[in-house]
């Protein structure tokens, strides 16, 4: 089973931990999804990965969000096609849109929102050891922690549809 090093574990939880945050100041409805290995079935373990939040959007239903701590590089944001594997299954199994809320540690008060539909087509680039998908950074939506939650969820939404 892969451990994550305890210095990248901590800045996943800084991350998670600015988001809750956010979240309870904004007043939205939401749910931590908890991550053990008891609470997917045995036929999909290592199948599908959870996102850390489930947040229910007023009068329109809910979505799924997977919180990182992340630095850009080449003025991209890097995401483990393995894990890009298992969310989008997730997302297949439960019909629920799942997105990426990246806080770049250096520069808190700043998330970078990307669906994780819009990685659907782009090419794996092999960094390191890893296989990953890059994302601009440029075509993130850019969301100060200052703002609600509705009203970046409004902004991300009509970035999203390409209004």
Not at 137 to 159: D, G, H, K, N, Q
């Amino acid at each position: 089973m892969f451990r994550l090093p305890a210095a990248l574990k901590a800045k996943g939880e800084e991350a998670e931990a600015a988001f809750r945050a956010w979240l309870n100041w904004s007043g939205v409805a939401f749910l931590y999804v908890e991550q053990s290995r008891l609470n997917v079935p045995e036929r999909l373990r290592g199948k599908i990965k959870r996102p850390d939040y489930m947040i229910g959007i007023p009068h329109a239903g809910m979505m799924a969000i997977d919180v990182k701590a992340k630095s850009a590089y080449d003025d991209c944001l890097l995401f483990d096609v393995g894990e890009l594997k298992k969310l989008s299954c997730f997302s297949d199994y439960f019909h629920v849109s799942v997105s990426f809320a990246c806080l770049n540690l250096d520069e808190p008060g700043r998330f970078y929102w990307v669906p994780l539909s819009a990685m659907a087509g782009r090419a794996p680039e092999k960094r390191g050891r890893a296989w990953v998908v890059p994302f601009p950074l440029a075509e993130a939506l850019s969301v100060a922690t200052a703002e609600p939650f509705i009203t970046a969820y409004a902004r991300f939404s009509e970035r999203t549809l390409g209004l």
